[in-house]
T-cell receptor
Framework: DTGVSQNPRHKITKRGQNVTFRCDPI?????LYWYRQTLGQGPEFLTY????????KSRLLSDRFSAERPKGSFSTLEIQRTEQGDSAMYLC????????????????FGPGTRLLVL | AQSVTQPDIHITVSEGASLELRCNYS??????LFWYVQSPGQGLQLLLK??????LVQGIKGFEAEFKRSQSSFNLRKPSVHWSDAAEYFC?????????FGQGTELSVKP
């Protein structure tokens, strides 16, 4: 079990540019989640997938944000036309998640991607 | 909507002293509760979780937490703090499959 991995770990971009982050979940985990964390705050939910299906999106996820999980394995989160307010840590998590219960619901987090928009 | 409150933004304890971090939740049914720890610039590591059964749950690194339904609390405790415990601690509840986090408590450890 190699854990959840995220790339890149850090990204600096200029306002208006597009960025894409990748998340590789724990193998055989069916659910994959994206959260955003700003300085001094707890993580906030953005979206999640059950296999390749995107089941829920937060109101925080504006039209400039898109997430995919094309084959039910890794996921990408793209931000178009970045704004300074997008600067944050983007966290990915995964869980077994095929049904309810303690084991299925427990989420394991990756190291995060820190985005700075200049 | 469910919510989680961590009343203490920052706590400082001496190394070797006991620790209690407070967490209160708002939830209608029996909640699924978690404590995570985050070191600077890192992701979140799961410390422990409560789903049902015994209200005192043991976690990693010598941490434990007690679920008290009457007080809507899930406080995290450790009998003797180590300098390496300095980090940010988050309490969270599951809502509709997604985690709702508190604001976090930053723990500093004095030598």
């Amino acid at each position: 079990d190699t854990g959840v991995s995220q790339n890149p770990r850090h990204k600096i971009t200029k306002r208006g540019q597009n960025v894409t982050f990748r998340c590789d979940p724990i193998s055989e985990h069916n659910r994959l989640y994206w959260y955003r964390q700003t300085l001094g705050q707890g993580p906030e939910f953005l979206t999640y997938f059950q296999n390749e299906a995107q089941l829920e999106k937060s109101r925080l996820l504006s039209d400039r944000f898109s997430a995919e999980r094309p084959k039910g394995s890794f996921s990408t989160l793209e931000i178009q036309r970045t704004e300074q307010g997008d600067s944050a840590m983007y966290l990915c998590a995964s869980s077994p998640g095929t049904s309810g219960g303690a084991y299925q619901e427990t989420q394991y987090f990756g190291p995060g991607t820190r985005l700075l928009v200049l | 909507a469910q919510s989680v409150t961590q009343p203490d933004i920052h706590i400082t304890v001496s190394e070797g002293a006991s620790l209690e971090l407070r967490c209160n939740y708002s939830y209608g049914a029996t909640p699924y509760l978690f404590w995570y720890v985050q070191s600077p610039g890192q992701g979140l590591q799961l410390l422990l979780k409560y789903f049902s059964g015994d209200t005192l749950v043991q976690g990693i690194k010598g941490f434990e937490a007690e679920f008290k339904r009457s007080q809507s609390s899930f406080n995290l405790r450790k009998p003797s703090v180590h300098w390496s415990d300095a980090a940010e601690y988050f309490c969270a509840v599951i809502q509709g499959g997604k985690l709702i986090f508190g604001q976090g408590t930053e723990l500093s450890v004095k030598p």
